[in-house]
């Protein structure tokens, strides 16, 4: 009975030791994790650009092509909000009368917005660790952009979708040999004029009566974001000795 247990420890080990034998260990293909953060409106009722920030979450997967690029998948949830106070809107800026020079009642909204999308990442450096020759650094700044959808739903009004584009920069850090925290900031550009919409009677769309189409004149958002993500997948290369 006792000799099963030491068969079957000896197989594993033999398995192991082919296994070391036929490959080594260089990388890891691919990484998961999740972040978290700060996000801010960019629309008709944000003063600046960090104006009434809110909090955000994501989860995050990422395939490594390479030591130096890369693609990111993520599905956030994050918040939005914005106020018309001090700021000048026409009451009706299409009426050519005394009407359109009457401020606007002032509004405020506070809406969340999901967001998933992928982005393409460009690492400035070699990312990861092993032996000199190799060009890998611990650390690297990068830059990305995709391609994405948000929805933007709450305070009483209907829910609106749109496409989104990301552009942004981060810096990652490999912080132990599977484990890698960063920091990113993105702007995300989107196709809708509602992900500003709320229970008021005023709606800020087009509240100067300028003519919008595709990403004119529409609403964005930024995300600022501390991620920790975890290498899985490893990757071998067969040995030639």
């Given at each position: 009975?006792?000799?099963?247990?030491?068969?079957?420890?000896?197989?594993?080990?033999?398995?192991?030791?082919?296994?070391?034998?036929?490959?080594?260990?260089?990388?890891?293909?691919?990484?998961?994790?999740?972040?978290?953060?700060?996000s801010s409106y960019v629309g008709d009722a944000s003063g600046s650009f960090?104006?009434?920030?809110?909090?955000?979450?994501?989860?995050?997967?990422?395939?490594?092509?390479?030591?130096?690029?890369?693609?990111?998948?993520?599905?956030?949830?994050?918040?939005?909000?914005?106020?018309?106070?001090?700021?000048?809107?026409?009451?009706?800026?299409?009426?050519?009368?005394?009407?359109?020079?009457?401020?606007?009642?002032?509004?405020?909204?506070?809406?969340?917005?999901?967001?998933?999308?992928?982005?393409?990442?460009?690492?400035?450096?070699?990312?990861?660790?092993?032996?000199a020759y190799k060009g890998l650094h611990r650390w690297t700044p990068y830059?990305?952009?995709?391609?994405?959808?948000?929805?933007?739903?709450?305070?009483?009004?209907?829910?609106?979708?749109?496409?989104?584009?990301?552009?942004?920069?981060?810096?990652?850090?490999?912080?132990?040999?599977?484990?890698?925290?960063?920091?990113?900031?993105?702007?995300?550009?989107?196709?809708?004029?509602?992900?500003?919409?709320?229970?008021?009677?005023?709606?800020?769309?087009?509240?100067?009566?300028?003519?919008?189409?595709?990403?004119?004149?529409?609403?964005s958002y930024s995300f600022l974001m501390l991620s920790l993500t975890y290498?899985?997948?490893?990757?071998?290369?067969?040995?030639?000795?």
């Amino acid at each position: 009975m006792t000799k099963k247990p030491l068969l079957l420890i000896a197989i594993v080990m033999y398995a192991a030791s082919a296994a070391a034998q036929n490959g080594e260990l260089l990388e890891y293909q691919q990484e998961i994790g999740g972040g978290i953060g700060m996000s801010s409106y960019v629309g008709d009722a944000s003063g600046s650009f960090l104006s009434n920030p809110g909090a955000m979450l994501t989860a995050i997967w990422r395939r490594n092509f390479n030591p130096r690029m890369g693609i990111k998948t993520n599905l956030a949830l994050g918040h939005i909000g914005g106020t018309t106070e001090e700021r000048y809107f026409p009451q009706d800026p299409l009426s050519q009368t005394a009407a359109g020079g009457i401020a606007a009642e002032t509004f405020s909204f506070s809406r969340n917005v999901v967001d998933a999308g992928v982005q393409f990442e460009l690492n400035f450096l070699g990312y990861g660790l092993g032996a000199a020759y190799k060009g890998l650094h611990r650390w690297t700044p990068y830059l990305l952009a995709g391609l994405g959808i948000t929805i933007g739903f709450g305070d009483g009004a209907s829910a609106a979708g749109a496409l989104n584009i990301p552009m942004g920069f981060g810096l990652r850090y490999k912080l132990k040999p599977r484990v890698n925290v960063g920091v990113e900031w993105t702007m995300r550009f989107t196709s809708s004029d509602r992900l500003d919409d709320c229970e008021a009677a005023t709606k800020l769309n087009s509240p100067y009566g300028i003519e919008s189409g595709a990403f004119k004149n529409r609403d964005s958002y930024s995300f600022l974001m501390l991620s920790l993500t975890y290498d899985i997948s490893p990757k071998y290369r067969k040995c030639n000795n």
